[in-house]
C-alpha cells in the first residue's frame, strides 16, 4: 500500500497569481497522477507525471497552466499559473504501482481562487 | 475514452434499507473498480472485478460485474449512515490511466 500527503491541504488565492501542490508518497511507485475534481463533480486526470521528464497531459490540460515536476519515484508537484475563479477546485495527487490494480490518492488541496 | 455512467446521480435512503447502484456503459472492459470517497479525502479502492459474471462480497457490500462485461453494480443491504459518500465507478485505460464515472453520491439518513 501507498499512503500520500499533499501541501497544502487548502489555499485560498487571489485571481492571476500561483500555487505550487506538493505530493509526497512513503513508498516508491512507478506512476503518479494529478486530478482535479469540482465541486459536486467526479475526477478528472490532468496528467500523468513522469519521473525525470515531461508530464504527459491530458486533453484540455496544457504544461504552461499546470506545469508538473517529478524530481524522484515518490515526489510531485503541480503548479497552477495565473489562477481565474475557475480554477477553483481539488486537485488529487494520486499514485499506484504499474503491476497493481491499486490506485491511491492523497487527501486533495481544496483550492479557492478570489 | 470509454464513457462509464452512473445512476442514479443522487441518492439519499434511510438506515436499514438496502440500495443498488450502477456503472453502465456501451464498451467492453477487461476490469473495472469501485472506489468510496468521503468528504476531505481522497478515493479509496473497494474492489476490482475482472471476469464477467464476478460478484464480490465485502461485507454489507456485494458487486457484480456484467456477464458481458459493459457494466458492474453495487448493491449495499441494510444501509448505515458510515455508507454516506462518493461512490464511482472507474477503469484502467491502457493499462495506465485510471477514468472514472460521474459518481453516485449516497446519503444514509439516521
Known amino acids: 500500500s501507498a499512503v500520500i500527503s499533499q501541501k497544502p491541504s487548502r489555499d485560498i488565492c487571489q485571481r492571476g497569481t500561483s500555487l505550487t501542490i506538493q505530493c509526497q508518497v512513503d513508498?516508491?511507485?512507478?506512476?503518479m497522477f494529478w486530478y482535479r475534481q469540482q465541486p459536486g463533480q467526479s475526477l478528472t486526470l490532468i496528467a500523468t507525471?513522469?519521473?525525470?521528464?515531461?508530464?504527459?497531459?491530458e486533453s484540455g490540460f496544457v504544461i504552461d497552466k499546470f506545469p508538473i515536476s517529478r524530481p524522484n519515484l515518490t515526489f510531485s508537484t503541480l503548479t497552477v499559473s495565473n489562477m481565474s475563479p475557475e480554477d477553483s477546485s481539488i486537485y488529487l495527487c494520486?499514485?499506484?504501482?504499474?503491476?497493481?490494480?491499486?490506485?491511491?490518492f492523497g487527501p486533495g488541496t481544496r483550492l479557492t481562487v478570489t | 475514452t470509454q464513457l462509464l455512467e452512473q445512476s442514479p446521480q443522487f441518492l439519499s435512503i434511510q438506515e436499514g434499507e438496502n440500495l443498488t447502484v450502477y456503472c453502465n456503459s456501451s464498451?467492453?472492459?477487461?476490469?473495472l473498480q469501485w472506489y468510496r470517497q468521503e468528504p476531505g479525502e481522497g478515493p479509496v479502492l473497494l474492489v476490482t472485478?475482472?471476469?464477467?459474471?464476478e460478484v464480490k462480497k465485502l461485507k454489507r457490500l456485494t458487486f457484480q460485474f456484467g456477464d458481458a462485461r459493459k457494466d458492474s453494480s453495487l448493491h449495499i443491504t441494510a444501509a448505515q449512515t458510515g455508507d454516506t459518500g462518493l461512490y464511482l465507478c472507474?477503469?484502467?485505460?491502457?493499462?495506465?490511466?485510471?477514468?472514472f464515472g460521474q459518481g453516485t453520491r449516497l446519503t444514509i439518513n439516521p
Open positions: 494520486s499514485a499506484r504501482s504499474r503491476a497493481s490494480y491499486e490506485q491511491y
Open positions: 513508498s516508491q511507485v512507478t506512476m
Open positions: 507525471a513522469n519521473q525525470g521528464s515531461e508530464a504527459t497531459y
Open positions: 464498451s467492453v472492459f477487461s476490469s
Open positions: 472485478v475482472v471476469t464477467g459474471g
Open positions: 472507474a477503469y484502467l485505460q491502457g493499462a495506465q490511466k485510471l477514468v
